[in-house]
């Protein structure tokens, strides 16, 4: 992603990046969720690990979005067609600077880790979006045993004990520091594993793939009518 323009005002700032043309995370899901059902889970799997990539980065940079869902991505092209991410992360209106807040503080809030708290707040935001990839919908949650669980039965085709866990981890964070909090970089590869140990994922990727390409251009020519 790239910013050729950026416009700073008094109260804010504005950033200028390319228009892409297949609009957000959400539209893809809307577009794909009553194809080919084989496709759901393996461009889950996949685009939850781009996500993660993504807010690995911006954590390491001491930024939290506070905002990510699915109507804040936009698709930069077709998933796994090419090496750079397939998604782009809009919408910082909501970003917290945490070096910046740490200069504003007080050094004993500083010293106590105050301000360190709040990585946590992206965490429902990934398991949110993985949902919507899942069920084709904003994530529903409910309380089992003093945890926070999803609500929708995983397809026994899935990758069930795997999604139990991630949704576990994302949901119900140890504490708020960042060391508390599962890492986002394990968890990204241990979702791209699952292309090298399984061929029906794999091929689930490329049908997926195929599906989505076809699926935008049946929009475009029906735009262009």
Same mark, same amino acid.
């Given at each position: 992603m790239s910013t050729p323009r950026c416009f700073t005002y008094r109260d804010g700032n504005i950033l200028v990046t390319q228009h892409q043309r297949m609009g957000t995370l !959400?539209?893809?899901?809307? +577009?794909?969720?009553? %194809?080919?059902k084989q496709i759901i889970e393996p461009i889950a799997i996949y685009l939850t690990a781009e996500l993660l990539g993504l807010l690995e980065i911006?954590?390491?940079?001491?930024?939290?979005?506070?905002?990510?869902?699915?109507?804040?991505?936009?698709?930069?092209?077709?998933?796994s067609t090419r090496v750079e991410s397939s998604l782009q992360l809009i919408d910082f209106g909501k970003a917290i600077d945490l070096v910046l807040e740490s200069?504003?503080?007080?050094?004993?809030? @500083?010293?106590?880790?105050?301000?360190?708290?709040?990585?946590h +707040?992206?965490?429902?935001?990934? %398991?949110?979006?993985?949902?919507?990839?899942l069920f084709g919908k904003y994530i529903e949650v409910s309380t089992a045993k003093n945890r926070w669980v999803v609500k929708g039965q995983f397809k *026994?085709?899935?990758?069930?004990?795997?999604?139990?866990?991630?949704?576990?981890?994302? !949901?119900?964070?140890?504490?708020?520091?960042?060391?508390?909090?599962?890492? +986002?970089?394990?968890?990204?590869? *241990?979702?791209?594993?699952?292309?090298?140990?399984s061929d029906e994922l794999r091929?689930? +990727?490329? *049908? %997926? *793939?195929? @599906?989505?390409?076809?699926?935008?251009l049946e929009?475009?020519?029906r735009c262009a009518l």
């Open positions: !959400l539209d893809l899901v809307n +577009l794909t969720k009553n %194809a080919d911006l954590h390491s940079m001491k930024i939290v979005h506070a905002d990510i869902k699915p109507d804040n991505f936009l698709i930069r092209h077709t998933p200069d504003q503080t007080s050094e004993t809030e @500083t010293s106590s880790g105050g301000r360190q708290g709040k990585y +707040l992206d965490y429902f935001g990934i %398991a949110g979006s993985a949902y919507c990839l *026994r085709w899935w990758q069930v004990k795997m999604w139990t866990q991630f949704f576990d981890d994302m !949901l119900n964070p140890k504490g708020e520091e960042k060391e508390c909090l599962p890492s +986002l970089l394990k968890w990204r590869q *241990r979702l791209l594993n699952l292309f090298t140990e091929i689930g +990727l490329t *049908r %997926a *793939r195929e @599906t989505i390409e076809m699926k935008y929009k475009w020519r």
